[in-house]
T-cell receptor
């Protein structure tokens, strides 16, 4: 069974530029999560989708971050414009459903903003 | 304030030795506690999941304990191997939202 797929794995951009990350969850998983992980810290939830609906985006900086999950399968997270403080690893995870279900994480995208 | 605190922040051990990582939490209500292993450059991978009624669970050389009364958990690594070098993250859920600890970075040296 294929795991959660993310691309790109690494991205270096200059500040004020836009950037987008892509995630393909495990087949059949209805719930998709985007996390941001700063160096030496645990992941922080940015947004959670149930199918195509964003049900928890309270931690998403909406002035510059946006996400979509069209058709309830793969998802894209965008930052526009990027700031130096956005440098982090962006993790995508999926689970069969919300709650106690096991979350499976992708390898992450390491973003460096210069 | 983070609801999940881990200690130590990092540790170095010699190959073959044992070590224990600690996790204290204040998450309430409590549903389950998970330990994840995160290799450098990879996403976290689940090691154990424990519910309120479980006080110990093993996965190979990894043994997790849970004291729901004191809200403490530990992860014990037995006979460490070089491949155990990673960050170990404690995650507590109320059944809806996951709260992550900052992780303990373990370095195993030959």
């Amino acid at each position: 069974e294929a795991g959660v797929v993310q691309s790109p794995r690494y991205k270096i951009i200059e500040k004020k530029q836009p950037v987008a990350f892509w995630c393909n969850p495990i087949s059949g998983h209805n719930t998709l999560y985007w996390y941001r992980q700063n160096l030496g810290q645990g992941p922080e939830l940015l947004i959670r989708y149930e199918n195509e609906e964003a049900v928890d985006d309270s931690q998403l900086p909406k002035d510059r971050f946006s996400a979509e999950r069209l058709k309830g399968v793969d998802s894209t997270l965008k930052i526009q414009p990027a700031e130096l403080g956005d440098s982090a690893v962006y993790l995508c995870a999926s689970s069969l459903q919300t709650g106690d279900r096991e979350q499976y994480f992708g390898p992450g995208t390491r973003l460096t903003v210069t | 304030k983070n609801q999940v605190e881990q200690s130590p922040q990092s540790l170095i051990i010699l190959e073959g030795k044992n070590c224990t990582l600690q996790c204290n939490y204040t998450v309430s209500p409590f549903s389950n506690l998970r330990w994840y292993k995160q290799d450098t450059g990879r996403g976290p991978v689940s090691l154990t999941i424990m519910t309120f009624s479980e006080n110990t669970k093993s996965n190979g050389r990894y043994t997790a304990t849970l004291d729901a009364d004191t809200k403490q958990s530990s992860l014990h690594i037995t006979a460490s191997q070089l491949s155990d070098s990673a960050s170990y993250i404690c995650v507590v859920t109320d059944g809806y939202k996951l709260s992550f600890g900052a992780g303990t970075t373990v370095t195993v040296r030959a």
